[in-house]
């Protein structure tokens, strides 16, 4: 494989303006109070976030971390290491060499899982071979678990995570004590890496145990065989900049645009027994040299904890190509006990993560674009309950679904319930969003609405 010498940049996804497509404000009168409360709450909040992404407005960087991460600092042994929190999400960074230590207080009944999103910094340059290492040990220093994802075939910048957990088994009965257990995270290194520091999100979260025991072996029988994919007319849905502003989709076909180097976000809830298919479709250049650009398209799959399921890569000559994601067995409690990790890792309902990424390379054939992306996902079986957690785990609902997320992955209003004042709140929520701009859309609504007080329009 050639290695890239060049550096290589972040490019984030255009953002769409409001407003686009015909549509314009909400008709409803009472719609402004709504998006005046949403707009005042987001104001009186971002003002106080912990070290949020230092970026000029308008400016959008290569990852969006959660907004209300908590800034926390790595540090170089165990004995001084921060805390995390199930069911917070931290940000913080590791350097290119040595590790940083973090800590879980954890109980003796409940599983415990802690994701790293490594984020390369702007004009960043990696190679295969890089990554990064998450390792899991009780307080005897005892390896609880150890995960390293790396760049590899695709060798462009771009949010990469990996993942550590405390389990509780009698197929795995080591690490099973209450207690502090540390978390270590380190760069995966070559010998031409660049010596530059890595932003960290880290995510926690636990898993109750079961009211009562059940299986605790893997299904062995499941639909392996890949269907057709989805057809149909594809709905406009902008991809998101992190996990936490992960755009929601539903079984259907999604498109937007992709820049080389940009990276995007999507999650659709994903029920017990229900068996995902999704398929990444990279549009036709217009110009270009026709070489190939090995693994320019990568499509991954996040479990709820953001731990990495599976992923599948496209070359890009300049003509239409697609990357789709191998069968996948049905989400199961049962699958933690399967032996290959893109089977254990389907062991929760909840909110799962496609991540988009169109290689940097890609510019220097086929020019800066944006290229059309087109998102096709199908989901079969039946949803079945589930397994009957003894208590609640965090953050709570994390491994549940609700009839609201259905609807917002499909294109829904917020909470189920009727009108384009849920919608025009989704669309404040929306991660990222400048206090500015919420500042000119709240006057803006004001003003249609005095206007048509007065018959003016």
Not at 293 to 312: C, E, I, K, Q, W
Not at 423 to 430: E, F, I, K, Q, R
Request: aromatic share 8%; charged share 20%.
């Amino acid at each position: 494989m050639r290695r890239r010498r060049r550096t290589a940049r972040w490019r984030s996804a255009r953002v769409r303006r409001p407003g686009r497509g015909g549509r314009g404000l909400p008709s409803v009168p009472r719609t402004h109070v709504r998006v005046a409360v949403v707009a005042a709450l987001l104001l009186g909040t971002t003002a106080g976030l912990p070290d949020g992404p230092a970026q000029a407005a308008g400016t959008p960087g290569p990852y969006a971390y959660a907004p209300d991460a908590r800034s926390v600092t790595g540090t170089a042994s165990t004995a001084d290491a921060v805390s995390l929190t199930p069911g917070t999400t931290y940000k913080s960074s590791v350097p290119s060499e040595g590790a940083v230590h973090y800590r879980l207080d954890l109980d003796a009944v409940s599983d415990a899982y802690v994701s790293v999103t490594a984020v390369p910094p702007l004009g960043s340059t990696v190679y295969a071979g890089d990554g990064i290492k998450v390792s899991v040990r009780d307080a005897a220093g005892r390896s609880c678990s150890q995960n390293t994802e790396r760049f590899g075939f695709v060798p462009s910048p771009r949010p990469i995570a990996a993942w550590g957990a405390r389990e509780i088994s009698a197929n795995r009965p080591r690490c099973e004590s209450a207690g502090a257990y540390d978390v270590t995270v380190e760069r995966v290194r070559t010998a031409k890496s660049a010596p530059d520091t890595w932003g960290l999100e880290l995510f926690a979260a636990s898993e109750s145990p079961l009211k009562e025991a059940g299986e605790t072996e893997a299904p062995e029988a499941w639909n392996s065989v890949s269907p057709d994919p989805v057809t149909g007319k594809a709905e406009p849905r902008e991809g998101g900049t992190g996990f936490a502003s992960a755009a929601p989709v539903a079984q259907g076909v999604w498109s937007t645009s992709i820049e080389p180097g940009g990276t995007l976000f999507y999650k659709l809830p994903l029920d017990w027994g229900r068996q995902l298919h999704a398929t990444a479709e990279l549009g036709s250049s217009n110009g270009g040299d026709g070489y190939a650009v090995g693994g320019a398209l990568n499509l991954s799959l996040y479990n709820p904890v953001r731990t990495f399921v599976d992923d599948a890569s496209a070359n890009y000559d300049g003509e239409r190509k697609a990357a789709q994601l191998d069968p996948l067995p049905p989400v199961a409690y049962e699958n933690r006990y399967a032996v290959p990790d893109r089977v254990s890792a389907l062991r929760f309902a909840g909110a799962y993560y496609l991540v988009v990424h169109l290689s940097a390379e890609v510019a220097e054939r086929y020019g800066e674009g944006p290229f059309r992306l087109t998102l096709r996902v199908r989901e079969e079986g039946t949803a079945q309950t589930g397994p009957g957690y003894a208590g609640e785990s965090e953050p709570g609902g994390v491994f549940q679904i609700s009839a609201g997320d259905r609807a917002v992955a499909a294109g829904g209003p917020v909470g189920g319930a009727g009108g384009d004042g849920d919608a025009a709140m989704t669309v404040l929520a929306v991660s990222g969003i400048g206090a500015g701009t919420l500042v000119l859309v709240v006057l803006g609504v004001w003003v249609v609405v005095a206007r048509r007080r007065v018959g003016v329009g």
